[in-house]
């Protein structure tokens, strides 16, 4: 069966390579030495794992295209920041960073719903205003107005909010004439961070207690989604063999991660 071809990005990822675990490995060394080459190979074979990521999300709500670029982000990330003293497959510490950078896009690019009701009051606020400003010749305060139109401040506070444009993290802020300073250059999400963290913390811990060939597996069948078939073949042993594996080291994780 002929592989699956797909442009993205203006990439045609029938023809990204796929690195295996020594290679990989090979590569670091070289990178952490100062082997440029060797940082570009590395993100050129792992591209294939970025786009079997971005296949999770629902590709009618969401550009393909940017997901594949933004997941690109956090893949580069992770290079920069892997150690070959984790002792777990590289594949394993990118997907939470590459995953965190693709939903951390989703949610500061999704527009949020403003029920009926805030939309209502912010309706009457505004006329009740402009009314006001007619008569008294002054704006009234948010008391007058919650008394006029009983509505509770907190219920005035929603509705004049939603009267406010979302600022996008991607707005430029300065221009020099040179670089451009983005809003996001200067936000820090610590929150983000903090779970980024937590969350590579307890991977590398539950990782750690895996045996070689049950990381191998695990990440061919749920990183790659290659077939135990697949992986069979490519470990040359059972797919009963593969399938006592998987189970094996999924019991192991959820005892560690208990």
Request: charged fraction near 30%; aromatic fraction near 8%.
């Amino acid at each position: 069966m002929g592989r699956y071809k797909v442009d993205i990005a203006g990439i045609k990822t029938s023809d990204l390579k796929v690195i295996s675990n020594e290679e990989m490995k090979s590569l670091f060394i070289k990178m952490q030495a100062g082997d440029a080459l060797a940082k570009e190979t590395i993100i050129n074979g792992n591209l294939r794992l970025v786009l079997s990521l971005v296949q999770r999300f629902d590709k009618g709500k969401y550009n393909v295209d940017d997901l594949f670029q933004i997941g690109c982000v956090g893949l580069i990330k992770a290079v920069d920041n892997f150690d070959l003293n984790y002792n777990c497959l590289f594949s394993t510490y990118a997907v939470p960073l590459i995953m965190g950078e693709i939903r951390r896009f989703i949610r500061d690019n999704t527009s949020l719903r403003i029920s009926r009701k805030i939309k209502d009051n912010a309706y009457r606020i505004l006329k009740y205003k402009e009314e006001y400003i007619k008569e008294y010749d002054k704006e009234p305060s948010w008391e007058e107005i919650g008394a006029a139109l009983e509505i509770s401040l907190y219920d005035i506070k929603d509705a004049m909010d939603s009267l406010v444009n979302p600022v996008s993290i991607f707005e430029p802020i300065y221009n020099d004439g040179g670089d451009t300073i983005y809003l996001c250059d200067k936000l820090s999400d610590t929150r983000n961070e903090r779970t980024d963290k937590e969350l590579l913390l307890t991977l590398k811990k539950a990782i750690l207690g895996l045996k070689k060939r049950e990381q191998i597996v695990l990440e061919d069948r749920y990183v790659m989604g290659h077939t135990q078939e697949e992986i069979a073949a490519s470990l040359n042993i059972s797919q009963a063999q593969v399938s006592r594996i998987e189970k094996s080291a999924i019991s192991t994780l959820r005892r560690i991660l208990k």
